[in-house]
Nanobody, 119 residues
Framework: VQLQASGGGLVQPGGSLRLSCSCT??????????MGWYRQAPGKQRELVAA???????NYADSVRGRFTISRDNAQNTVDLQMNSLTPEDTAVYYC????????????WGQGTLVTVSS
């Protein structure tokens, strides 16, 4: 499995970013898997912030609900994260991986993409 996250950068508080993740995997493994976006802030453990099932049902951590939206394209093997109303507390390296109910992450995480929210 190869996971490539992109779209991070420096944004001011209140701003928006859209992250994208491309998943290279054999067969239809991506389309049947729950996928998630995780983040790891400096000095903190990695946490799951958003997940989406193969059918498109979504779940969010309380800290991002109402501000972040996860989506997926099973034909392209991609999963996106639209992030709005960003705050400095959202600063972290963001990763995509398998996730959500019943799906543990793959061992390979990829490099992630850094999101920095600062004025």
């Amino acid at each position: 499995v190869q996971l490539q996250a992109s779209g991070g950068g420096l944004v001011q508080p209140g701003g928006s970013l859209r992250l994208s993740c491309s998943c290279t995997v054999s067969g239809n493994i991506f389309s049947i898997a729950g996928m998630g976006w995780y983040r790891q802030a400096p000095g903190k453990q990695r946490e799951l912030v958003a997940a989406i099932t193969s059918g498109g049902s979504t779940n969010y951590a309380d800290s991002v609900r109402g501000r972040f939206t996860i989506s997926r394209d099973n034909a392209q093997n991609t999963v996106d994260l639209q992030m709005n109303s960003l705050t400095p507390e959202d600063t972290a390296v963001y990763y995509c991986n398998r996730g959500g109910p019943g799906y543990s992450p793959w061992a390979s995480w990829g490099q992630g993409t850094l999101v920095t929210v600062s004025s």
